[in-house]
């Protein structure tokens, strides 16, 4: 993803609406009886070191840059635990082109929970890695694939887990995970946002329902690394305000206002911006630091963004905040 920096103005975002989530209400997967919210909080609990273990799978399979041995490996594998877990899974295979004339052999994986549900809520994040490391500190080092555990695995390793929690636990509403391909070969050199997030671009244009219309949408991007802050990011404020300031608040509640700050981020262009010009509101919980040149953790985009810069600590943080505002009511 690249990144624009805005220095938001007091007052200027849109007026807070009505958050649309899951209904109160909520069963077990086998339906036999009703949880409530403080149930619910002990009940379900997400587990850090296995998303730990979901990014360390996907990173085992090496950079998963679209075209490659190892980004087909690992999409199999996805789809594979998708199904094992009980979703409803379509992959959608397409042919796109990069800024720079490649074609990429893409694949958007979509698991969907609880199908019948008519109220609906998307989780996404990107499974593909960047075919260079041009922000790497060592030039001999800038045509390097990105090894990607925290930029792209990280995000998808969090939905992992969420859905083993949703292969045995019914939030009330149906949960579809969209798994978005070909996000980072965009054009640093160039203006151009279309150059990223083709995977979500094409998902757009071509839905895997027709008509498809969740409530919301959240993305997950760069989720776990050590020392994350997670800003308000911009286009999420303008967007989809009540959805961040519901996920915030659910994440301070948590115990996790140290990871999910009350303050304002920069602009991202990111998958959520083209799924917002559709029509779905959607917002980005991504780590943004003001300290640095790029905004981001340290190793992004660098032949170092490798296991060793996850911190079990942040995928708790992420994951259980996202699993409280999922099965909680609001």
């Not at 996907?58 to 979703?87: E, I, M, T």
Request: contains cysteine.
């Amino acid at each position: 993803m690249d990144i624009k920096i805005f220095r938001l103005i007091a007052g200027l975002l849109l007026p807070v609406l009505l958050v649309l989530s899951c209904s109160s209400a909520k069963k077990n997967a086998a339906g036999s009886h009703t949880i409530d919210e403080e149930e619910t909080a002990e009940a379900i609990t997400f587990d850090a070191d296995s998303a730990y273990n979901f990014v360390q799978a996907q990173c085992n399979f090496g950079p998963r840059v679209p075209n490659s041995d190892a980004h087909r490996r690992c999409g199999d594998f996805l789809v594979a635990k998708l199904k094992g877990y009980g979703a409803e899974v379509i992959e959608q295979h397409c042919a796109l082109t990069a800024f720079d004339g490649t074609h990429l052999n893409a694949r958007n994986i979509i698991a969907e929970f609880y199908p019948d549900s008519a109220k609906r809520i998307l989780l996404l994040a990107h499974w593909d890695c960047r075919p260079w490391a041009d922000n790497d500190p060592n030039p001999d080092k800038r045509k390097m694939p990105v090894p990607g555990a925290n930029d792209g695995a990280s995000g998808v390793g969090v939905l992992l887990e969420l859905a083993r929690l949703l292969s045995s636990n019914n939030p009330g509403c149906g949960i579809d995970i969209l798994l978005v391909d070909a996000e980072d070969w965009g054009n640093h050199n160039s203006d151009d946002e279309s150059s990223w997030a083709l995977g979500t671009q094409h998902w757009v244009k071509h839905p895997h329902r027709d008509g498809y219309r969740p409530a919301f949408g959240i993305l997950l991007d760069m989720v776990g690394a050590s020392g994350a802050c997670f800003a308000r990011e911009f286009y999420s404020q303008h967007y989809a305000p009540s959805i961040v300031n519901a996920v915030w608040t659910t994440a301070i509640k948590s115990g996790y206002g140290t990871y999910f700050k009350m303050t304002d981020g920069g602009g991202v262009t990111d998958d959520h911006v083209f799924i917002n010009r559709a029509g779905i509101p959607c917002i980005d919980i991504i780590d943004y630091r003001t300290d640095g040149d790029s905004g981001f953790f340290d190793r992004w985009h660098t032949s170092a963004d490798d296991m060793s810069c996850i911190d079990v600590s942040t995928l708790k943080a992420v994951g259980q905040t996202l699993t409280n505002f999922i099965f909680d009511s609001h």
